[in-house]
């Protein structure tokens, strides 16, 4: 069964750096498989943040976090990460990473429907 465990989250200033990390376990797929990040912030649903194509050259982001994460994925050490720059008290969530089911070229990135195996999620506090 594939694991997939967060790491890296915790509490930060207003305008400063985390980079949070996903590590997955028993999924000889790993590379062809499209990956991202989502977030949940309490009362609200569930967003998502990043995604990333099987082989890293395509990313996606939500408008709210263009120009300030970077996702990325390492298909050798079967981990994927997610740099946040310049952090906001409105970013604060417990953050998840999931697999994607399938690779539909970008198409449906951003819904979590379309994700079938999920991290147990880390929290990241930005405090003003």
């Known amino acids: 069964q594939v694991q997939l465990v967060e790491s890296g989250g915790g509490s930060v200033q207003a305008e400063g750096s985390l980079k949070l990390s996903c590590s997955v376990s028993?999924?000889?797929?790993?590379?062809?498989?499209?990956m991202a990040w989502f977030r949940q912030a309490p009362g609200a649903e569930r967003e998502a943040v990043a995604g990333?194509?099987?082989?890293?050259?395509?990313?996606f982001y939500a408008d709210s976090v263009k120009g300030r994460f970077i996702i990325s994925r390492d298909n050798g050490k079967k981990v994927l990460y997610l740099q946040m720059d310049s952090l906001k008290p409105e970013d604060t969530a417990l953050y998840y990473c999931?697999?994607?089911?399938?690779?539909?070229?970008?198409?449906?990135?951003?819904?979590?429907?379309?994700?079938?195996?999920w991290g147990q999620g880390i929290q990241v506090t930005v405090f003003a």
């Open positions: 028993r999924n000889d797929m790993f590379s062809s498989r499209a």
């Open positions: 990333i194509s099987p082989a890293g050259g395509a990313t």
């Open positions: 999931a697999i994607k089911k399938k690779w539909y070229g970008g198409k449906y990135w951003d819904r979590s429907d379309e994700y079938g195996t």
